[in-house]
């Protein structure tokens, strides 16, 4: 074994075998694997092999996408068998929630290229003759879809990578990994030390003992999974004698199980409510091929909606029970990308559908070591998605829940209730007193929109379906009402927005914001350092606020931060909340080695506090003998004032489009400086508004949100950013790469629409946008804009067609909407309101 690698992938499952494959495709061949025992003795040998295409997540389906792809020609490739079964794969709808989750799906998956058939009952028996059609709205079909053998797949992806130039070492065991005084990274093994640059953990169900090896408690932890393999059926075997095709994957999303042929048999694999989490402190060091007790108990209810939809599989008797590990994220997605505070350690981990990522992982985890990049917008399973909060007793019971809910409808409106109220502001009492329907970010409870007093839904309001999974609700805690049901259309919480929204705009509302990601940065070098990494231009006069954007290096958005120089050499720095890892870790690894800047995260020592709308001076100035009138305290200025007894900065800023203001106080003072505010404001009609009554308002306004207009995948000016950008300020991070963008020629063009005939459905997100039937875009954000009384939709269209005036279609849970592009921010286009 080499002593020197360029990069070492820790774990020899399917998982890191497809990273190491492809980090030698990129041309990197001095690449190293160590896996403890043989190839695929984890979780992958034990894999049902399913590659489903289905998922909600863009950067997800992306990955799967490229996955099914390569596995179609990797045999071809390498000479080696991979046991690749293109059957396709049925979804079944028995509810209209449900069948309005496969139509939003059918639009994100037209937006990235993957085909689906709708098909009726009829369609469905014709496809699958011993499927039992009673009950059924319709269902989607993936015709790419299918399943692999994944041990045969794996050695494919081995024999590849040695092609190239990787080695492969098997029962190698790793003890240790350290960190060099040169940056490189030492790990230890029990057949020798390997120094590297380079290290990727996808070691699936070690994951967190491989983590905790170089200082990180990694989110990820196994949850047990079983599925049961029948003898052979007689009509299977009879189908196979007569040459007739395999009936595919089928799906009865609404009762929580898979179902395919397997060895003339079937293969059923349910997801339970009770599956445990397992390996909770990792697995043994004896650990190999290893398998659980299985607890069929668990699965009966699932055992008996099969037997009804698919009475064959009823009708012979239990071949082998498999109960193995499934490594689990909090939300289900998979971790991967660059571990937080530690440089060049990437993480390929949590893998719940390891066998249908692995190849698209593989490949944009490579793109990122080698090119600095990937090249598909990888938020959705970044692994700082995750915070500190995020730990054991956190992960075993949220991971648990996700298993559980694998197959529930993924509302747009979804809120999983366990391990919450987890991390809560001061006000949080007092936000509930006032109807706080609560959701959260990164593991903050955070005020979704508010209900009347005494406000609740009945049994007959909420109408659950006779299924399995009939959940379109959060269970509430004991001695709480249900006060919102989950839709993809407008649903009952859909006026109360409204009513917030009108008093923003009439009169003057309060949020609570704490958790915005909030740090510090200071020091000698501070503005100049800023300056470097950021595409505006630092504001020169102290109080002066700008809203700055943080690019890739080929001119892509990577984070979006508002900065205020609050003292000499001090600049105050706020971004979005369920992005604090994420930025914070960003602007750590860009920090100068001279130590000229620091940084301090300020996130919890710090609450934020909105007052907007036309009253909001007039409620702050009740409280402060500063001068609050626009001429002495103008649009996007700050300064250090006392509220009442609490000191505080008070931003002239916000994402509503109103005159407003941000109070950033010390968390300490902040029921206080609530209570304060209150008071002050009963006079002038205060109500307090939540993030749906933000996120309208801001659609009004075409704000950009991180993650959806503002991508790694389009370049700032793309997204409309040119007042932000200034290229000709000297060189800052992007700059070259944003100018060679611009003189290839942009794919993409920042469009505000209103959406026309619309009575109970609104875009938000991922529809596609199209023209005479091709599709010529993708909605980014929607929502309905009370102020301006119209459906509006933002999104991304060919250049040519971003005129005002633009006749386009909006495919909304599959059907056509006309659309018409009209000038950016329909309300108050001018800024009137935020200059007043």
Excluded at 30 to 54: C, I, N, Q, Y
Excluded at 232 to 238: A, G
Excluded at 375 to 380: E, N, P, R
Excluded at 716 to 724: I, P, Q, V
Aim: aromatic share 10%; glycine share 10%; net charge negative.
């Amino acid at each position: 074994m080499n002593s020197t690698a360029r990069v070492v992938v820790i774990g020899g499952g399917v998982v890191g075998v497809s990273t190491l494959y492809h980090l030698a495709k990129k041309g990197w061949s001095d690449v190293m694997l160590l896996e403890r025992k043989e190839l695929t003795s984890g979780s992958t040998w034990h894999a049902a092999g399913l590659l489903p295409l289905f998922n909600l997540s863009y950067s997800v389906g992306q990955i799967h996408k490229y996955s099914v792809g390569l596995y179609q020609k990797l045999e071809a490739e390498t000479g080696q068998h991979v046991g690749f079964r293109q059957v396709s794969n049925i979804r079944l709808a028995r509810t209209k929630d449900r069948f309005d989750e496969y139509m939003y799906y059918a639009g994100v998956a037209q937006t990235i290229g993957v085909k689906v058939n709708i098909l009726t009952p009829a369609e469905v028996k014709e496809i699958w003759p011993l499927c039992e059609t009673d009950g059924l709205i319709g269902a989607i079909q993936h015709p790419d879809d299918g399943y692999i053998q994944p041990a045969d797949l794996t050695q494919a992806l081995a024999k590849g990578a040695r092609a190239m130039g990787a080695a492969i070492h098997r029962n190698t065991t790793v003890t240790g990994i350290d960190r060099l005084p040169t940056g490189e990274w030492r790990v230890r093994t029990d057949k020798g030390d390997v120094t590297c640059e380079h290290v990727v953990s996808a070691s699936g169900n070690f994951a967190r003992r491989t983590g905790a090896m170089v200082g990180l408690d990694v989110p990820v932890m196994p949850v047990e999974h079983q599925y049961i393999v029948t003898e052979p059926h007689p009509e299977i075997v009879k189908r196979r004698a007569a040459g007739l095709p395999e009936m595919g994957v089928l799906r009865e999303s609404d009762s929580s199980w898979y179902m395919r042929e397997e060895n003339g048999g079937l293969l059923l694999g349910p997801y339970e409510i009770g599956a445990p989490a397992c390996y909770v402190d990792g697995p043994s060091d004896e650990s190999e091929y290893e398998l659980f007790q299985e607890d069929l108990d668990r699965l009966l209810p699932h055992i008996e909606t099969a037997i009804a939809r698919v009475p064959a599989f009823g009708e012979v008797g239990v071949k082998k029970v498999y109960n193995g590990a499934i490594a689990y994220t909090p939300d289900g997605s998979p971790i991967v990308g660059p571990a937080w505070d530690v440089p060049n350690f990437w993480l390929n981990e949590g893998h719940s559908f390891g066998v249908t990522a692995a190849g698209g992982a593989g490949w944009q985890l490579a793109e990122w070591i080698v090119e600095g990049e990937p090249t598909i917008d990888m938020l959705g399973v970044d692994p700082r998605r995750f915070g500190p909060y995020a730990s054991r007793g956190y992960l075993k019971t949220k991971n648990e829940e996700a298993y559980a809910k694998v197959f529930t409808i993924h509302y747009p409106d979804e809120e999983r209730t366990a391990a919450r109220p987890l991390k809560t502001s001061p006000v949080y009492d007092r936000m509930k007193a006032l109807g706080a329907v609560f959701g959260t970010v990164y593991g903050w409870e955070r005020p979704g929109w508010f209900a009347p007093p005494g406000y609740a839904l009945t049994e007959a309001d909420l109408a659950r379906p006779d299924v399995l999974l009939n959940e379109n609700f959060a269970e509430p805690r004991p001695g709480e009402a249900v006060r919102e049901k989950w839709s993809f259309r407008r649903s009952n919480y859909f006026p109360f927005v409204g009513e917030e929204c009108r008093n923003v705009h009439e009169n003057v509302g309060i949020q609570d914001m704490s958790p915005f990601a909030k740090a510090i940065v200071s020091g000698p070098g501070a503005r100049d350092w800023l300056d470097s990494i950021l595409a505006n231009r630092i504001p020169k006069n102290r109080g002066r606020i700008a809203l700055c954007h943080l690019l890739t290096s080929r001119g892509g958005v990577r984070s979006e931060f508002t900065v205020y120089e609050r003292a000499p050499g001090e600049f105050y720095l706020v971004s979005a909340g369920a992005l604090e890892r994420h930025d914070h870790d960003v602007l750590r690894k860009l920090l100068p080695a001279d130590g000229s800047v620091a940084f301090r995260p300020v996130t919890e020592a710090r609450g934020v506090l909105v007052v907007a709308g036309p009253n909001s001076r007039k409620v702050l100035q009740k409280l402060t003998d500063a001068d609050l009138s626009h001429a002495a305290f103008p649009w996007l200025t700050g300064r250090h004032v006392s509220i009442g007894p609490v000191a505080l900065d008070l931003l002239r800023v916000n994402f509503v489009g109103e005159l407003g203001f941000e109070l950033h106080h010390p968390i300490e003072v902040q029921n206080t400086l609530f209570d304060l505010v209150w008071q002050a404001g009963e006079e002038f009609g205060i109500r307090p508004f939540g993030i749906k009554a933000m996120l309208a308002l801001a659609v009004e306004k075409s704000y950009r949100l991180v993650g959806r207009e503002l991508s790694i995948e389009y370049a700032a000016f793309e997204s409309g950013l040119d007042r932000f950008v200034h290229l000709n300020k000297g060189p800052f991070l992007g700059s070259a790469g944003l100018t060679a963008w611009r003189e290839r020629g942009f794919a993409n063009r920042f469009v505000t629409l209103e959406v026309h005939g619309i009575t109970d459905v609104d875009a938000r997100g991922s529809e596609p946008i199209l023209l005479d039937g091709e599709m010529v875009g993708r909605c980014t954000s929607g929502a309905y804009g009370w102020r301006v009384g119209k459906s509006l939709a933002l999104g991304m269209v060919r250049p040519d067609l971003g005129e005002v005036g633009q006749e386009l279609t909006i495919q909304i849970l599959g059907q056509p909407y006309r659309a018409t592009v009209i000038p950016e921010s329909p309300y108050d286009p001018d800024n009137l309101a935020l200059r007043s």
